[in-house]
């Protein structure tokens, strides 16, 4: 499988995109977030990802640098199903609550004839905590994060040889999802910025992880690979080798800190 992160910034950063990624399993790709705008149908072109290929999208919660670009992609979504183009449903994944802050802004803001397909082509899958789902040919547990701001969801997909990826979202591990995470091969945590910047960034006023935190996280839970996202933008050039750099002294594993369009195969 290969994982390609098309965004590895937080909400109001203007250097990179919002933090969110796709999962591809040969020509099938499961969206992870959007990002806040169109961009996102720009990177997917550039990374050679066709809208047609896309059927499974997962939204983490309901903050606009999340959920906006989702509106993006149903609007293309059903412009190309109209258009006899898109073979198959649409199906987005999330909550019960946001399943209906997304509809509703898109009726606002769509035409009717994109949103007279929903469900039927375009199909809003409500998640619970430890629901399954088979995705792009995976079995994916969903999760509720516990989160301290709104309510978040992650998930973990079950790779080849029973390893496994976590996706924890974009706010500190909680006791709760920890106990479900031990000895996971891939861990997918945020880290808004440098525990030596915390007195410039303030992550923890807003509910984020430092690199320190994250790395620490893993640490404990016995972690193999740890993928860091959601970050400040101010110093990009410098960013992976400076995260790096301080992530190493908490993390004994591998330690990840992507780029814009990075990939993987994991």
Partial sequence: MK???LGTGHATVTKCY???FVLSEQDRHFLVDAGGGNQILRILEEEAI???GICDIFVSHAHTDHVLGVVWMIRMA?????QGKYEGRLRVFCHQELSEEIQTICRITLPGKITRLFGERIVFAVVQDGQMQEVIGHNVRFFDIGSAKMKQFGFAI?????RQLA???????????SRELVNYDWLMHEAFCLYEERDIFH???KYHSTVKDACESAERLGIKNLILYHTEDTHLQERKQRYTLE????FSGNLFVPDDREAFEI
């Fill in 203 to 205: 992550p923890y006023e």
């Fill in 50 to 52: 066709p809208l047609s």
């Fill in 167 to 177: 996706f924890a979202g974009d706010e500190p591990l909680s006791e709760r999802a």
């Fill in 158 to 162: 079950r790779l080849d040889g029973g």
């Fill in 247 to 250: 992530g190493k002294k908490y």
């Fill in 3 to 5: 994982l390609t992160m």
């Fill in 18 to 20: 919002n933090t969110c």
């Fill in 78 to 82: 059903g412009q190309r199903i109209n």
